[in-house]
């Protein structure tokens, strides 16, 4: 389990500078459009797509799984901890097995979603990109996360063997 681990978090960390490289460049493009237009009349066209497309990459590519692979995401379990350690473990496995298949559930309407885009040929206003691109951006996003929850659920699951008091201060 640590070797998928270790390879889920390289992946995970790898793709995650897709999204440090889109934030820098929506920066960027933001920055250029104001100066352009405190400077003269010219403005960047479909600068407003252009960073509305690259938050949902730096969101849905490089934001979800990542936080979940370093488990930054906000977990309410003062109950949970309270808990015997192996019906700590025991409750986490089910929580998070359910958030995997909702997840997956949203992971295979956004693969739909896609097809919906590219039979119907819907596409930006100004720049005239398809919407299925962003669509499919966003199915990748959701895979990744379904993935690193059902690695999660499975960890919670091997370490009830294992399981240990929370240490409190």
């Excluded at 010219?42 to 990542?66: Q, T």
């Excluded at 930054?72 to 097995?97: L, Q, S, W, Y």
Aim: neutral net charge.
């Amino acid at each position: 389990m640590e070797k998928v681990r270790k390879i889920a978090d390289t992946v995970t960390h790898k793709i995650s500078l897709i999204g440090v490289i889109g934030l820098l460049v929506q920066m960027l493009l933001t920055t250029i459009d104001i100066i352009l237009k405190l400077v003269s009349t010219a403005r960047i066209p479909g600068s407003s797509e252009l960073v509305e497309f690259i938050m949902v990459v730096v969101m849905f590519i490089a934001g979800f799984a990542m936080t979940q692979m370093d488990e930054g995401h906000v977990r309410v379990d003062m109950f949970v901890n309270k808990f015997k350690p192996k019906a700590r473990c025991v409750t986490n496995g089910i929580i998070e097995a359910i958030v995997t298949v909702f997840s997956g559930i949203l992971s295979v309407k956004a693969i739909q979603m896609v097809g919906t885009y590219i039979s119907n040929g819907s596409h930006t206003s100004v720049l005239v990109i398809p919407y299925w691109v962003i669509e499919l951006l966003i199915a990748i996003g959701f895979i990744l996360l379904t993935l690193t929850f059902l690695l999660r659920t499975i960890e919670f699951f091997i370490e009830i063997k294992d399981a240990k008091p929370i240490e409190t201060l």
